[in-house]
């Protein structure tokens, strides 16, 4: 299912090329403010910039959340695994890493590569 979802992902990330939310005015870049240039050529070479839409964080939460929850022992295992991909989905709007559409688009390419995948 992950291998699914990135693959998938990738002609999107071509046809639609689009920047995180940090990067633009009036939002705060988490990591700039902790020292951490994500300009810095290096790092660059290991990660696409405009590469938000849709949300591969969100896409691989809700594949392993769901997968865990499953084969979890007791409600409150169950619990805690359905609540990940929330979780880091608040997590990825709230760094700017994300707009509420790339989250949308990773949650509904996660549950679609867990259905093709099984």
């Not at 939002?27 to 050529?41: C, E, S, Y």
């Not at 989905?89 to 990773?106: K, R």
Request: hydrophobic residues 55%; proline residues 7%; charged residues 15%.
């Amino acid at each position: 299912a992950a291998i699914i979802a990135f693959t998938a992902a990738l002609p999107v990330f071509l046809a639609f090329p689009t920047a995180p939310p940090r990067t633009q005015d009036g939002f705060v870049d988490t990591l700039a403010d902790r020292g951490i240039d994500l300009g810095h050529p290096v790092l660059v070479r290991l990660y696409n910039p405009i590469a938000a839409m849709p949300s591969h964080h969100v896409a691989f939460a809700v594949i392993t959340g769901k997968g865990l929850a499953a084969r979890a022992a007791g409600k409150v295992g169950r619990g805690g695994w359905r609540g990940y991909a929330p979780l880091v989905a608040i997590v990825v709007l709230a760094t700017g890493n994300h707009f509420v559409l790339d989250v949308a688009a990773g949650a509904l390419l996660g549950t679609v590569a867990r259905r093709l995948a099984r």
